[in-house]
T-cell receptor, first 113, second 115 residues
Framework: GAGVSQTPSNKVTEKGKYVELRCDPI?????LYWYRQSLGQGPEFLIY????????DSGLPNDRFFAVRPEGSVSTLKIQRTERGDSAVYLC???????????FGPGTRLTVL | AQSVTQLGSHVSVSEGALVLLRCNYS??????LFWYVQYPNQGLQLLLK??????LVKGINGFEAEFKKSETSFHLTKPSAHMSDAAEYFC?????????????FGTGTQLKVEL
């Protein structure tokens, strides 16, 4: 079946602009995670959704970052007033509720000029 | 807080040689541990996981890892490296949160396989 998909695959924006990154999880997966992977680093947790609600947003770096999942499926990560330090690969993963195996999407590479 | 340390950011082996990638963890509770592989421009793929059952875990592509509580280690091995194993490998520990399991990753080990 289809895996986790993320769009766009690449996004180049200018400092100060607003961006949205989309994640489409595996059908039936109620848990959805966002991670950020900076160059040369491992992925870092940002936020976790169970259904429509954000169950843990402790990894969001500041209030410029926000994520939604209004219907419990597709999620959008929103970044306001982008900064050069936001440049990274943003990864999305999904899993069945209570299952510890997460399936990752290919990521969105965000470049802030 | 949980953490993961991967010793050696770059490892190079000859084709056919033993692969050993090191991972040590820190966890205040019994951990769930994972190894993921990342090929260039691709997402993370799960190699194997430890979830408190057998301490020797076998994964895909001939990889295995052994959980050693006394050493707080979860090293990844493969008896004979293949060129297709060249990739970046991440060790991760799972933290239970609000019904989910957020992963804390190490900084990764880039594996190079030479002829």
């Amino acid at each position: 079946g289809a895996g986790v998909s993320q769009t766009p695959s690449n996004k180049v924006t200018e400092k100060g602009k607003y961006v949205e990154l989309r994640c489409d999880p595996i059908s039936g997966h109620t848990a959805l995670y966002w991670y950020r992977q900076s160059l040369g680093q491992g992925p870092e947790f940002l936020i976790y959704f169970q259904g429509t609600g954000a169950a843990d947003d402790s990894g969001l770096p500041n209030d410029r970052f926000f994520a939604v999942r209004p219907e419990g499926s597709v999620s959008t990560l929103k970044i306001q007033r982008t900064e050069r330090g936001d440049s990274a690969v943003y990864l999305c993963a999904s899993s069945l509720r209570g299952n510890n195996e997460q399936f990752f999407g290919p990521g969105t590479r965000l470049t802030v000029l | 807080a949980q953490s993961v340390t991967q010793l050696g950011s770059h490892v190079s082996v000859s084709e056919g040689a033993l692969v050993l990638l090191r991972c040590n963890y820190s966890s205040s509770v019994p951990p769930y541990l994972f190894w993921y592989v990342q090929y260039p421009n691709q997402g993370l793929q799960l190699l194997l996981k430890y979830t408190s059952a057998a301490t020797l875990v076998k994964g895909i592509n001939g990889f295995e890892a052994e959980f050693k509580k006394s050493e707080t280690s979860f090293h990844l091995t493969k008896p004979s490296a293949h060129m297709s194993d060249a990739a970046e490998y991440f060790c991760a520990v799972s933290v239970h949160t609000g019904g989910g399991n957020k992963l804390t990753f190490g900084t990764g080990t880039q594996l190079k396989v030479e002829l």
